[in-house]
C-alpha cells in the first residue's frame, strides 16, 4: 500500500511538528479541537481510515471493530497502554495494533518519585501554607515527613518503567524490592540490587513504599484490592502511575480516610476525570491530572514511533510496535 495514499485519522490533537510530519507523509485528518471524539465520531472515523491514531482516551470496543471498514488497517496508538483497544478482536478482524513503547519510560519513572517525594515529604502542604501567605517561619516540629533512604520501595511491575523507577530510588537510598509476572534475569536483579518477591501479599506486607508500575490487563484489574491493600503497613504510602484500574480505588479511599494507609499519590484514576470527592478531600493524598509521559520530548518522540509503525506498515512490513494479545 503506498504511503501517499493511506488515510489516516489521528483523534486528538498532536504536537506541532508531529502533525507537520504526519501530514507530508500520509493523507491525514488531523483533529481541529482537543476534544476526545464520541463513539460515533469514532466509528464514523473507522468506517473510513486505513488507519486510525487513537488516544488513552478513545476506548475501541469489539463493538466498534465490528463496525470499522474493510479498509482499516493498523491502529497505531499513540501511547504504550492499550488497555482501551480491544486487541484481541482486532486481531481476529486482522487489524493491526501498535503502541509507542520505550519512549515515555524516564519521564514516567521521574514522575513516580515526585510523587513519592511529594506525599512522603508533604510538598503540597507547604506550597499550600506559602500560597495563602500563612507561613510563620521555620519551627523544628512542623510539616516533618518521612526520610525515604532506607525505606523499602516495592515495585509492583518489573517492565522498562518499574526498572528506572528502581534506579532513581536506589540513588535516593531505598531498598527496591519487586513482584512480577516474570522473575528478571539475574544479571539485571543483581544490576538494580532489587529483591523479588514471588508472594505479592508478602511482598505489600512489609514495604514502606509501593508504586505500581505494571499495565491494566484481567490479570492486574484491581490487583491491590481492598484484602491486599489491608495488608499494607499503616506507615506506608502507595504511588501510581500506570493504570487507576490496577488499585481499588474505593478501598483505597476508604483506608486513608481511616488512616490505615499513610499517603498515596496517584497519576492516574479507576474512572478516569470521574474521582471520589473523598479521595480528592483527603490531605494525605497527591492527585495529578495523568501527566506522567507529558514531557515535550515524550510526546514529540510518541509521535516519531506513531510515524515509524505506519510508515513501515505502508512499506508492507509489520510495525515495530505491534502489540499481540499473548503480549498483555
Ligand atoms: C501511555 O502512553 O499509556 C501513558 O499512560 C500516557 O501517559
Known sequence: ?????????????LPENVETRLKELFNVQLREDDAPMSRDELISAMKQADVLVPTLTDTVDAGMLSQA???LRLIANYGAGVDHIDVQ??????????NTPGVLTEDTADMTLALVLAVTRRIPEGLACMQSGDWQGWSPTA??????????????????IGQAVARR??????????????????????DLEATYWESLDQMVARMDVISINC??????FHLMNARRLKLMKKNAVIVNTSRGEVIDENALTRMLRSGDIAGAGLDVFEHGTEINPRLRAQKNVVLLPHMGSATVEGRIEM???VIINIK??????????QVVPAML
Open 69 to 71: 471498514g474493510d479498509q
Open 303 to 305: 509521535g516519531e514511533k
Open 215 to 220: 499495565p491494566h490487563t484481567p490479570s492486574t
Open 312 to 321: 513501515t506498515f505502508a512499506d508492507g512490513h509489520r510495525p515495530p510496535d
Open 143 to 160: 510539616f516533618l515527613g518521612g526520610r525515604l533512604a532506607g525505606r523499602r520501595l516495592g515495585i509492583l511491575g518489573m517492565g522498562r
Open 1 to 13: 500500500m503506498p504511503a501517499e495514499r493511506l488515510s489516516v485519522v489521528v483523534t486528538r490533537r
Open 89 to 98: 478482536t482486532a486481531r481476529q478482524r486482522g487489524i493491526l495494533v501498535s
Open 169 to 190: 530510588a536506589a540513588a535516593f537510598g531505598m531498598q527496591v524490592h519487586y513482584h512480577n509476572r516474570k522473575r528478571l534475569h539475574g544479571d539485571i536483579e543483581q
